[in-house]
């Protein structure tokens, strides 16, 4: 089994690179913000709390997140790997991810770190606000989603650098580029 952490800032290309992951290796894509925006559209109880947070820019509770991931874990036994993308945002749900993992004697392999330049970062998320009309890509609220990027999510970096999974990733290119240089970085698992 492969799990892999796909890591970055807003607009760093994590949903996109996950994309091309999923095509490539068949492996389950488990987006927090997917889920959150889902649970929005169908304006669930958890998704009405959780809107006037994300609108905000601010991060929905640990154990709003912790709770759905492993729900989607449960759901897919046999999964041949997840791709964690936008989770772990907390060292807390960072941790919260490797004791379910281990409960089932899984673990993440690599974490993927995708590093843009935040002036591009805010670049591409205001050009990403007129293709698909996302209610937090107005400038301010970006603003804040950086700022809450740099002080509750870059910690896990830390978090996964300890444990020797921690892989940078330069994300800055087209998309073809940054996708090889992930597959440069998975080598080891892909034979
Ligand atoms: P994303 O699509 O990953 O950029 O997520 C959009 C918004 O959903 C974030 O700005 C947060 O408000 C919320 N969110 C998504 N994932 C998480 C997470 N793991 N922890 C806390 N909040 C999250």
Redesign the pocket.
């Known amino acids: 089994m492969l799990n892999i952490v796909l890591f970055g800032p807003?607009g760093s290309g994590?949903?996109t690179q996950s994309s091309y992951l999923i095509e490539k290796l068949g492996l389950v894509h488990l987006?927090?913000?997917?889920m959150?925006?889902s649970e929005i559209q169908n304006q669930t109880a958890l998704g009405m709390q959780?809107k006037s947070?994300?609108d905000q820019?601010?991060?929905?509770?640990?154990s709003?997140?912790i709770g759905m991931i492993e729900q989607k874990i449960e759901q897919n036994p046999n999964a041949k790997g997840f791709i964690f993308?936008?989770?772990?945002?907390?060292v807390a749900?960072a941790q919260a991810l490797d004791e379910m993992l281990a409960a089932r004697s899984l673990s993440i392999q690599k974490m993927l770190a995708m590093e843009v330049p935040t002036d591009l970062l805010k670049q591409r998320l205001l050009q990403r606000a007129k293709e698909l009309n996302r209610t937090?890509d107005t400038e301010e609220v970006i603003q804040k989603?950086i700022q809450?990027y740099n002080e509750k999510t870059l910690p896990v970096a830390e978090y996964y650098q300890k444990q020797n999974k921690l892989h940078r990733i330069d994300g800055v290119g087209i998309i073809e580029e940054v996708f090889n240089r992930i597959l440069d970085a998975l080598q080891d698992y892909l034979k």
């Open positions: 807003p994590k949903g987006s927090t913000g997917d959150l925006r959780a947070l994300i820019g601010l991060l929905v509770p640990d709003v997140v993308d936008g989770f772990p945002r907390t749900q937090d989603r809450e």
